[in-house]
């Protein structure tokens, strides 16, 4: 069975510093990856995806991930940290070739300190 | 404008008193699903289905019910709620052959009493 372990339900940083959300998977095929935003009181939009093509996938907002075989992560960053960037933020996992079944991480509460 | 929409937003009821949440999409996309979201456990997903008429249980579909007559309609129904249903859902659609990107609708906060 798949799944998406995000690391630290709330991570903290400075304004301009280096935003970094961690997300491995787990799954038996090659899996579709993404990261969604959510911002108080919405829904979840998406940030990025990957689809085999490229392993650094660049985002909207200057987020960008790369999916890394050998250690089974997807991690997400952004070099400079903006106060709108505070979110929560959901990594989730499509497996190819199959139903649409999407596995989503527990979330991670992005804090922009000033 | 291409969106999810679910109705109503907000909703608190009593143990007990049937409801639906309803959900469309206007992107004529063949998959939806429907989501809770709680503190801690992220989404996790209730129903989802391939196509009209084609439903299936998702991770924790005890206590909902759906159903898909018309393409662009996923109903939630909640057929005897109890308070541990107290959450936040979404609906989400996407096409299987594209993107695979799920839309988003804005979410229905249901309190149950």
């Known amino acids: 069975a798949q799944s998406v372990t995000q690391l630290g339900s709330h991570v903290s940083v400075s304004e301009g510093a280096l935003v970094l959300l961690r997300c491995n998977y787990s799954s038996s095929v090659p899996p579709y990856l993404f990261w969604y935003v959510q911002y108080p009181n919405q829904g979840l939009q998406l940030l990025l995806k990957?689809?085999?093509?490229?392993?650094l996938v660049k985002g909207i907002n200057g987020f960008e991930a790369e999916f890394k075989k050998s250690e089974t992560s997807f991690h997400l960053t952004k070099p400079s940290a903006h106060m709108s960037d505070a979110a929560e933020y959901f990594c989730?996992?499509?497996?190819?070739?199959?139903?649409?079944?999407?596995?989503f991480g527990t979330g991670t509460k992005l804090q922009v300190i000033p | 404008e291409a969106q999810v929409t679910q109705n109503p937003r907000y909703l608190i009821t009593v143990t007990g008193k049937k409801l639906t949440v309803t959900c469309s999409q206007n992107?004529?996309?063949?998959?939806m699903s429907w989501y809770r979201q709680d503190p801690g456990l992220g989404l996790r997903q209730i129903y989802y289905s391939m196509n009209v008429e084609v439903t299936d249980k998702g991770d924790v579909p005890e206590g909902y019910k759906v159903s898909r007559k018309e393409k662009r309609n996923f109903p939630l129904i909640l057929e005897s709620p109890s308070p541990n249903q107290t959450s936040l859902y979404f609906c989400?659609?996407?096409?299987?052959?594209?993107?695979?990107?799920?839309?988003f609708g804005p979410g229905t906060r249901l309190t149950v009493l």
């Open positions: 989400a659609s996407s096409e299987p052959r594209g993107s695979n990107e799920q839309f």
């Open positions: 990957y689809t085999s093509a490229a392993t």
């Open positions: 989730a996992l499509l497996l190819k070739g199959g139903y649409q079944k999407v596995t």
């Open positions: 992107m004529n996309h063949e998959y």
